[in-house]
């Protein structure tokens, strides 16, 4: 089947649609939790070049962000504080003081800094419908690229100063221009893969997994074609080689001047101290001092920072951190945790058209059963194989992960999840057409209407993206009985509080807020801060708030308090007992408890 337009028309109309909702969405959330260091971070580094704060993440998306902040005209305050010139990584109070301090609107500046994640994002859009559309034609691209743009879990994140939409677009560049440097071996196609490989290392130190992704792919390729025997294992030796040279070549010439760069003014001396504060609880002592070492050596002091990074998010992933997991506080969700996060935030219509997906592939591949024995079926389903595979290596890495925080962690897995389902359901609308005319208009409508329900619930959820749950887990209001922080509750609501509060004349109100932005901007003098530990019941509450009653508690905080399993923890059991008024944003509980 064909479908019959313009593509690339209807692909940017698409596109702009997409963003267009991201965009407006933005305009009545705060700032969300990391967005706070990100937003200072970047800034930093393109008015300073001193890559001093928030080393846990390659600058580039903090770097994008920073550059459409330059045109502001900021105050620099926030250079003059503790947090910038004495803390160790201050990256929290530098943030803070950049965006709510400076001078210019902290709505202004939230605004222009998302606005160049909203450009990575169409940039991934374009992406996938355009290596979609090579390898499977216009119908697939068409369906990849709705599927990608209007989902719920990629729009969230795409809009926020943070790294995962970063990762993901990073991934599949780099993937598309290594599979096209496999195809067509020269100068060129070396260079575009190593710069993709070194702009996907720029963007979140989780991309170092495309270095195992990237032999195993060149080992298979080499192994599966026309050669046998020494002369296979030769190109397979040839084209690890090849492999190497686009990794030493995307890390010298191209990460390590990007940090070469953002470092200039960053004080040896001050970078040392850091380093040694901030290394002195790792537990290689090889590593430690390998990097402590390199930290105040002219040109390499640049490498070993990336370096530091890296280590910091390897101890950071093996330190889990404690969360709210299915009506528990937990170390760690466990191996189920993404799998069941993943299937609850994608909606329903995402999985019937993966079980349609899937049926087609069996029924296709019986039909073909031949192609593996002819020895070609890696080569002549390249593209295939290379998505399957890093989804087998992502999937079986995050699995094992015991930083369970949120399904955007997920992200680098959505553009290719999202092609080889299209894909697969092109081909079978292909074969329909060749095959079964009579069931190729059923299955026609039927894709059309998952696709049209599908969007529908990215346009129906809007603005509150990041809350988005399907119908089995009770919809975005029922999500809060599974998990919380940013797969929910990220700090993204407490400007629509304030917003609330004013449209219903509430004078105080005390609140218990998961996030960094300052409720002073947004609240006034309207809120007193609260915590679980505080009360002791509502008879006490009662008695003794200062906010006639009203009482405003992040999801994520509630659910923690309220979930605690040991003895004389800080609780909000007593809230269980009444109904709240509102929920803002699905993610604030906000009671008016007076008796």
């Known amino acids: ?19 267009l909702l991201g965009v407006t969405s933005s305009v009545n959330d705060a700032p969300v939790v990391d ?5 200072g971070a970047g800034y930093s580094y393109v008015t300073h070049l001193d890559m001093r704060l928030n080393p846990e993440h390659p600058p580039l998306i903090k770097d994008l962000a920073g550059l459409a902040l330059v045109p502001l005209n900021l105050k620099s305050r926030a250079f003059a504080s503790p947090s910038w010139l004495a803390d160790v990584n201050g990256q929290w109070q530098f943030g803070r003081s950049v965006i709510f301090e400076s001078g210019v609107s902290p709505d202004t500046i939230k605004m222009a800094a998302r606005l160049p994640m909203m450009l990575v994002f169409a940039f991934a859009c374009w992406l996938v419908w355009k290596w979609t559309r090579e390898r499977y034609g216009n119908t697939a691209g068409f369906i990849a690229l709705v599927l990608l743009a209007f989902s719920p879990t990629v729009m969230a994140h795409a809009r926020l100063v943070t790294t995962d939409m970063g990762a993901a677009t990073g991934v599949l560049a780099a993937t598309y221009c290594f599979v096209a440097f496999l195809r067509a ?35 298979l390729y080499g192994l599966n074609g026309r050669l046998h025997g020494r002369m296979a294992w030769k190109k397979a030796a040839r084209m690890c080689g090849y492999t190497a040279l686009i990794g030493i070549a995307s890390f010298i010439f191209v990460v390590w001047p990007f940090y070469f760069v953002q470092t200039i003014n960053y004080p040896p001396q001050k970078q040392l101290a850091d380093t040694k504060a901030i290394m002195g609880s790792y537990a290689s002592p090889l590593v430690r001092n390998i990097i402590v070492w390199g930290a105040d050596k002219p040109v390499i002091r640049a490498a070993t920072h990336w370096a530091l990074g890296l280590a910091m998010v390897q101890q950071r992933s093996t330190g889990g951190n404690t969360i709210y997991w299915m009506g528990r506080v937990v170390k760690e969700g466990g191996p189920e945790y993404f799998p069941t996060i993943y299937f609850i935030k994608e909606p329903l219509a995402w999985w019937l058209l993966v079980a349609m997906a899937l049926t087609a592939l069996i029924f296709h591949h019986r039909r073909r059963s031949g192609e593996f024995v002819r020895g070609h079926f890696f080569s002549n389903n390249l593209e295939e194989w290379v998505w399957l595979l890093w989804l087998a290596i992502y999937w079986v890495i995050s699995i094992r992960s015991t930083l369970n925080i949120g ?38 409508l039927a894709i059309a209407l998952l696709l049209g329900w599908y969007s529908f619930e990215s346009v129906r959820v809007w603005p509150s993206y990041l809350s988005y749950f399907n ?32 449209a219903n004349n509430v004078q105080k109100v005390s ?13 006034g003098s309207r809120y007193v801060y609260t915590t679980g530990s505080y009360w002791n019941d509502a008879h006490d509450f009662i008695k003794r708030n200062q906010s006639d009653g009203w009482i405003a508690i992040s999801a994520t905080f509630y659910q923690e308090a309220t979930n605690r399993a040991e003895p004389g923890a800080s ?3 007593w809230l ?15 009671w008016h408890i007076t008796k």
């Not at 071996?185 to 070194?198: D, E, I, N, Q, T």
């Not at 119908?471 to 029922?478: D, I, R, V």
């Not at 269980?576 to 906000?590: H, K, R």
Request: with cysteine; net charge positive; proline share 5%.
């Open 571 to 573: 609780t909000y059991r």
């Open 185 to 219: 071996p020269s100068k060129r196609s070396f260079v575009w893969a190593s710069l993709a490989l070194g702009l996907a290392l720029l963007a979140k130190f989780n991309t170092v997994l495309l270095a195992p992704f990237f032999v195993i792919i060149a080992i």
């Open 407 to 444: 399904v955007r962690h997920l992200l680098p897995v959505y553009p290719f999840t999202v092609m080889l389902v299209s894909g697969r359901l092109s081909v079978l609308l292909d074969w329909l057409h060749k095959h079964d005319r009579a069931r190729l208009r059923y299955v026609s």
């Open 511 to 523: 609140i218990d807020y998961f996030g960094w932005s300052d409720p002073v901007y947004y609240l």
């Open 1 to 19: 089947m064909k479908l019959r337009f313009h593509s690339g028309a209807l692909a940017a109309a698409i596109v702009c649609i997409a963003v």
């Open 576 to 590: 269980m007992d009444y109904e709240p008024v509102t929920v803002i944003g699905n993610s604030i509980f906000l």
């Open 471 to 502: 119908q089995l887990a009770g919809g975005p209001s029922g999500g809060f009985r599974y998990v919380a922080d940013s797969n929910l509750d990220w700090g993204q609501d407490v400007k629509r509080l304030g917003q609330w509060l004013t």
């Open 35 to 39: 967005e706070i260091p990100h937003i």
